[in-house]
C-alpha cells in the first residue's frame, strides 16, 4: 500500500512550527514528543517519558539475590523474562557459575515465547495499522479480520510458552537464579509444537502482506548494536559488538557506555562514549547476526526483501516478522531435542561477588550488573533497559524527518511522527489513548 504525497508538494514554511504530541499511543505507558521547527529544521526534538521514576535499582539493594529475578520482573510486563534473564546471568556470574545444557536450554526456550508474543503484540496490533492506514488494530480488524485473528493467535502461543515454562504469562514465578524451581517434563512441552507448528506455518503464509507493504524513506548512518554468539542467534549470551567495531565482552560495557540526565523526561538517555547515540533491537540484531538465522528465517527475510545492510528505521517492522519466525523454529527444535534435566537448578555458592549480564530483549540489549556481599544480599545494582539506549536515536530520527512533517498537513505529520516513534517500540507500559498532536504557527 502506497503512503501517497502527503506533502502534496508544499515548500516548507519559513514559520516556527510547534508539534506537540501530549499521549503517544499504541506505546507502553505514558509519554509525549514536542518537536520545534524553523524553517523545516529542528531545532528542538523532546521525546518525554513522564512515568514517575520507579527506583528498582535502590529497593533490590539490601534484598537477598534470590529475590532479585522476581522483582526485577515487575519492570516490564511485556517482557518479564528479559528482566529476569538478564538478572538471573549476572547473579550467576558473581558467583562464578554457568548454567549449561538442558537448564540453558529451556531458558532460551522461554525466551522465545516472550519473543514471538512480545513481537507479535508490536506488529500486529501496534505498529501495522501504521502501515495499512488505520487508527488502530479495532479499526483494521474491520476489513483484515484474518490478519488480526492469526496474529492474536501466534501471539497467543508465545504466551503459552512463557506460562508452561514460567508458572503463567505474566511475571512469571517459575524462574530462579540457577535455573527453574520446576523443570517442566517432556510431554508439556510436547503439548505446545502443534500450535508453534501452525503458528509457523502462519507467519509464512502471511509474509505476502508484509511485502505489499510500502516504507517511508529514511536512512541513516546509524552505529547498529547487538550481542553477537559464535553459532546462535542471540538471546541471552554473547559479545557486546557493534557496526562500527565495537566488539567488547559484556562486563567491559561500563567502560564503553554511559547514561546521561535530560530535563525533560524521566528516562535517562545512554550513548557509546565519544561517539554518540546507538541503534538496539531486532533490525540492529537482524543486520549483525543475519548469518546465525535459521533457514526458515533466512528464507522469510529473502521474501521480505532485507538483506543486510538495511538501515531503515521503519524496517524494523519486517525486522521483527523475521524474529518472530526464528523464535518458533527454535523453540520447536529445543523442545524436539528435550531431555529433563536432572535438577531443576544449579546450587550456586553465597561469596562476595561483581556479575555482569547483558541479554536480547524483544526490543535490544538489556544490561544488569550487580555487586553481591558475602551473605547474598545486593550492594548495589544497575539495570539499563533498551528504550533508554534508543531515546536519543529516535529524537535524532524525528530531527531527520523535520522537512517532511513541516511539509505535511496535520493528519500526516501526526501519523508520520508517531510512526516514527513506534519503529523501536518503546517499553514504557501500554496505552489506550490515541496520539492528540497541536501544530502551533507563530
Not at 522483582?71 to 538471573?88: D, F
Not at 510500502?214 to 559488538?241: K, T
Not at 533498551?386 to 530531527?399: A, C, K, V, W, Y
Request: net charge negative.
Amino acid at each position: 500500500m502506497s503512503d501517497g504525497d502527503e506533502s502534496g508538494g508544499k515548500p516548507i514554511s519559513k514559520k516556527t512550527r510547534t508539534i506537540r504530541v501530549d499521549t503517544l499511543a499504541r506505546v507502553e505507558g505514558e509519554g509525549a514528543l514536542r518537536i520545534e521547527l524553523v524553517g523545516g529544521r529542528a531545532e528542538r526534538v523532546e521525546l518525554r517519558l513522564f512515568e514517575p521514576p520507579r527506583f528498582f535499582e535502590a529497593f533490590l539493594r539490601g534484598r537477598s539475590r534470590t529475590e532479585v529475578p522476581d522483582i526485577t520482573a515487575r519492570i516490564c510486563g511485556i517482557c518479564p523474562v528479559a528482566y529476569q534473564m538478564s538478572s538471573c546471568h549476572a547473579l550467576e556470574a558473581a558467583a562464578g557459575v554457568v548454567v549449561d545444557g538442558p537448564l540453558r536450554e529451556l531458558r532460551r526456550l522461554l525466551y522465545c515465547g516472550e519473543w514471538i508474543e512480545s513481537h507479535a503484540l508490536h506488529v500486529f496490533m501496534l505498529h501495522l495499522p501504521d502501515f495499512l492506514g488505520y487508527p488502530d488494530a479495532l479499526a483494521m480488524a474491520k476489513d483484515h479480520g484474518d490478519l488480526v485473528r492469526a496474529g492474536l493467535r501466534v501471539k497467543k502461543a508465545g504466551n503459552s510458552v512463557v506460562s508452561a515454562l514460567g508458572g503463567r504469562e505474566i511475571h512469571p514465578i517459575n524462574v530462579k537464579v540457577g535455573g527453574f524451581y520446576r523443570a517442566p517434563e517432556r510431554a508439556e512441552l510436547d503439548a505446545l509444537a502443534a500450535e508453534l507448528e501452525w503458528a509457523a506455518r502462519a507467519m509464512r503464509d502471511m509474509l505476502p502482506a508484509f511485502t505489499a507493504l510500502e516504507y517511508p524513506a529514511l536512512e541513516r548512518d546509524y552505529e547498529l548494536v547487538a550481542l553477537r554468539h559464535p553459532s546462535e542467534y542471540p538471546f541471552c549470551e554473547g559479545r557486546i559488538v557493534s557496526s562500527k567495531g565495537l566488539d567488547i565482552d559484556v562486563r567491559e560495557y561500563p567502560e564503553h557506555f554511559v547514561e546521561q540526565q535530560v530535563p525533560y523526561s524521566t528516562a535517562l538517555h545512554s550513548r557509546i562514549r565519544g561517539r554518540g547515540g546507538y541503534f538496539v533491537g531486532p533490525l540492529a540484531r537482524f543486520n549483525l547476526n543475519a548469518d546465525r538465522l535459521s533457514s526458515p528465517a533466512r528464507d522469510a527475510a529473502a521474501a521480505l526483501g532485507l538483506e543486510p545492510p538495511v538501515l531503515n528505521p521503519f524496517k524494523s517492522l519486517p525486522a521483527r516478522v523475521v524474529e518472530i519466525v526464528e523464535a518458533l523454529h527454535e523453540a520447536l527444535r529445543v523442545i524436539a531435542a528435550y531431555r529433563r534435566p536432572t535438577v531443576s537448578a544449579v546450587e550456586l555458592p553465597v561469596v562476595a561477588g561483581i556479575g555482569h549480564s547483558c541479554t536480547e530483549a524483544p526490543r535490544g540489549i538489556l544490561y544488569h550488573r550487580y555487586a553481591i556481599d558475602a551473605a547474598g544480599l545486593v550492594e548495589d545494582a544497575r539495570i539499563i533497559p533498551p528504550t533508554s539506549q534508543n531515546q536519543g536515536t529516535i529524537e535524532d530520527d524525528l530531527r531527520a524527518i523535520a522537512p517532511d512533517l513541516a511539509r505535511m498537513p496535520l493528519d500526516a505529520a501526526t501519523h508520520r511522527a508517531e510512526q516514527a516513534v513506534r519503529n523501536y517500540d518503546p517499553c514504557i507500559s501500554c496505552s489506550t489513548h490515541f496520539l492528540r498532536l497541536e501544530i502551533v504557527e507563530r
